[in-house]
């Protein structure tokens, strides 16, 4: 955490510093002091967003697939068969 604390004002002073030299530099300051963070936003998508969204998917294709008679266990633990389904709501019995 003590990194984080020192890269930030690092990148702050570098990107205020850029501008005395050529006019292109407080642009590639500002690129430079961006990068990280969107590199973080890149990682977050692909090791959280992106699982999350697969597990959406692969649930949704369960409930598809699940018919009245088919035996299941809730995410509680209780086991028991589907009477019924409906658009939102899967009615079992035990």
Same mark, same amino acid.
Do not use: A, D, K, R
């Given at each position: 955490m003590n990194l984080f604390y020192t890269l930030i004002p690092t990148y702050l002073m570098s990107a205020a510093g850029a501008g005395t030299g050529e006019e292109g530099a @407080?642009?590639?300051?500002?690129?430079t002091m961006l990068l990280p963070f969107a590199l973080i936003i @890149?990682?977050?998508y692909f090791f959280s967003i992106r699982p999350q969204k697969k597990k959406e998917k692969e649930l949704k294709a369960k409930l598809e697939a699940m018919r009245p008679g088919d035996n299941i266990m809730t995410i509680g633990g209780i086991v028991g068969r589907v009477a019924?389904?409906?658009a939102d709501e899967v009615t079992i019995y035990t």
């Open positions: @407080g642009l590639q300051g500002m690129l @890149g990682f977050m019924n389904i409906t």
